[in-house]
């Protein structure tokens, strides 16, 4: 994620240029849907809240975000806070589309082998916490640093360590086990 270009693009957003947006989306977009669907497990629901934040960060950009205090930590919060209430809202079990591209980007294995593997991340990811899963998404696909994130979820940096570092054990230890 290129912070420089995501807080200059901010500042000409928050200035009157519209067309701003497009490139904070091109910059952000695959974190905010990423992090929504790790908290909806809905890949549908997630475009959605995709969706519903960019139109929030166009709309709210001038009156809300302070120029120069993280654009990726603030857009973040604001994906976050509407995947929490859409979860809350829908109070019941959203399935996942875990057997969705088995595609083989590395080149090192078959398509099935990928599959299977991507398979099993996903249901050890889906056991962790709601908590762990969002922490976990943040720092390793996002790559958000603990304090970051800690401003993002609102935990001490102390916790968001302990709780990513016992996420990763966990999983380490379940694809180990085969789940």
């Known amino acids: 994620m290129d ?4 807080e200059q693009s901010m500042q000409n957003l928050i200035d009157g240029d519209l067309s701003a947006l497009g490139r904070i989306y091109e910059i952000m977009s695959r974190s905010v849907y990423l992090l929504a669907y790790s908290i909806l497990k809905n890949p549908e629901k997630a ?3 995709l969706q519903e934040t960019f139109l929030k960060v166009g709309a709210n950009a001038r ?3 302070q120029a120069d205090t993280n654009a990726a930590a603030w857009i973040s919060k604001i994906a976050r806070n509407l995947s929490y209430r859409a979860y809350g809202a829908a109070k019941k079990n959203v399935g996942l589309d875990a057997y969705g591209n088995g595609g083989n980007a590395s080149g090192g294995k078959n398509d099935e ?3 299977v593997e991507n398979l099993s991340l996903k249901d050890a990811m889906l056991k962790l916490s709601a908590e762990e899963r969002e922490i976990v998404t943040l720092h390793c696909l996002d790559r958000f640093k603990h304090r970051e994130i800690a401003e993002i979820v609102g935990k001490p940096a102390g916790t968001v360590r302990w709780l990513y570092r016992k996420a990763i054990a966990d999983l380490k230890k379940r694809m180990e086990e085969g789940l």
């Open 47 to 49: 475009k959605d809240i």
């Open 3 to 6: 912070k420089i270009k995501l």
């Open 113 to 115: 082998a990928l599959w």
């Open 63 to 65: 009156t809300q975000y």
